[in-house]
């Protein structure tokens, strides 16, 4: 467990829409984010955008 991480009541990360969560540079996807859908094809979806905001990120875009 990280310190600080944002969760919600069940326990899951809780992001924005480009995956970051409250810790910079700290990005989470997939069916560890609390989201409405579990499923494979909102997991891909999720580490699609959460590689694209990371590679922002390192690039010091976002």
């Known amino acids: 467990a990280i310190d600080g991480l944002g969760?919600?009541?069940?326990?899951?990360?809780?992001t924005d829409a480009e995956m970051?969560?409250?810790?910079s540079g700290l990005f989470a996807a997939g069916d560890v984010?609390?989201?409405l859908l579990r499923q494979v094809s909102t997991a891909v979806g999720d580490g699609?955008?959460?590689a694209f905001?990371?590679?922002k990120y390192l690039h010091g875009e976002g």
């Open 33 to 35: 984010r609390s989201k």
């Open 48 to 50: 699609a955008n959460a």
């Open 53 to 55: 905001a990371a590679e």
């Open 20 to 23: 970051r969560t409250n810790i």
């Open 7 to 14: 969760r919600d009541d069940k326990g899951f990360i809780i």
